[in-house]
Nanobody, 125 residues
Framework: EVQLVESGGDLVQAGGSLRLSCAAS????????IGWFRQAPGKEREGVSS???????YYTDSVKGRFTISSDNAKNTVYLQMNSLKPEDTAVYYC???????????????????WGQGTPVTVSS
């Protein structure tokens, strides 16, 4: 059974940093890609970043240069280091595995087969 357990969400001031963790079980990172989506209040879910042993990393434009995704294959854990946080980064962040990408005119994270329960991130101005 696939399980994804997030941690690390918190309240932080603008300009600050947080690191989210996602402990995965029931699969290895050779089986699926893994990453993070987020959903802000009243907004649609957005793919933030993903990592794959075969395809590398992906970042949505709004977090490039500020967020870094990494994985520890031995611990089956993926991390999202978030720096220079902005109020617009406020959202519930969900770890996801077996991520599907939309590959039309725009390339982005569209959905996933497996989801964690989410961890809230609040960035105050």
């Amino acid at each position: 059974e696939v399980q994804l357990v997030e941690s690390g969400g918190d309240l932080v001031q603008a300009g600050g940093s947080l690191r989210l963790s996602c402990a995965a079980s029931g699969f290895t990172f050779d089986d699926y890609n893994i990453g993070w989506f987020r959903q802000a209040p009243g907004k649609e879910r957005e793919g933030v970043s993903s990592i794959s042993n075969t395809d590398g990393t992906y970042y949505t434009d709004s977090v490039k240069g500020r967020f870094t995704i990494s994985s520890d294959n031995a611990k089956n854990t993926v991390y999202l280091q978030m720096n220079s946080l902005k109020p617009e980064d406020t959202a519930v962040y969900y770890c996801a595995a077996d991520i599907l990408f939309y590959t039309g005119t725009i390339y982005y994270m569209a959905d996933a087969s497996y989801w964690g329960q989410g961890t809230p991130v609040t960035v105050s101005s």
